[in-house]
């Protein structure tokens, strides 16, 4: 059998927050959804972003514990240019959310910044550098 990727899922405290933040890096969330439990977004390559609130995972999960500290998993979504990066970093920081790396020219060839989303999830954007 295949393994085929189902969804990514982002638990989260506050889904209106959550949602605001993902809606402003281009994620297309529907309108009028900030109050459910559960909520899916496709992304134009067919890749589903799902989030669920705490109190959704601890109906069937009781003993869940959000983890606290640093990242576990890093979400990097991939932008066409260079410059790309450098203004949805801008845009994102302008409007309040942290930008926890600035963005940099990475010895692997690509442009790259980190923001952390409002649950303190890294959400890595990123583009190829032209070849030199």
Same mark, same amino acid.
């Given at each position: ?21 993902? &809606? ?6 529907? $309108?009028?959804? @900030? ?5 899916? +977004? =496709? %992304?134009? !390559? ?25 990242? &576990? ?6 932008? $066409?240019?260079? @410059? ?5 970093? +801008? =845009? %994102?920081? !302008? ?38």
């Amino acid at each position: 059998m295949e393994l085929t990727l189902g969804f990514i899922g982002i638990v989260t405290r506050d889904m209106a927050a959550s949602l605001s933040f993902y &809606r402003a890096l281009g994620v297309p969330v529907a $309108e009028g959804v @900030e109050g459910e439990g559960h909520v899916d +977004a =496709r %992304l134009a !390559d067919g890749t589903v972003l799902a989030w669920d609130t705490v109190e959704v995972i601890r109906s069937f999960h009781p003993g869940y514990v959000p983890p606290e500290g640093g990242h &576990r998993i890093a979400l990097a979504f991939r932008q $066409e240019r260079p @410059e790309d990066v450098d203004a949805l970093f +801008a =845009r %994102l920081t !302008d409007a309040g959310y942290e930008g926890a790396v600035r963005p940099w020219d990475a010895f692997w060839g690509q442009r790259y910044a980190t923001v952390l989303d409002p649950d303190g999830n890294a959400v890595d954007i990123f583009a190829a550098l032209p070849a030199s």
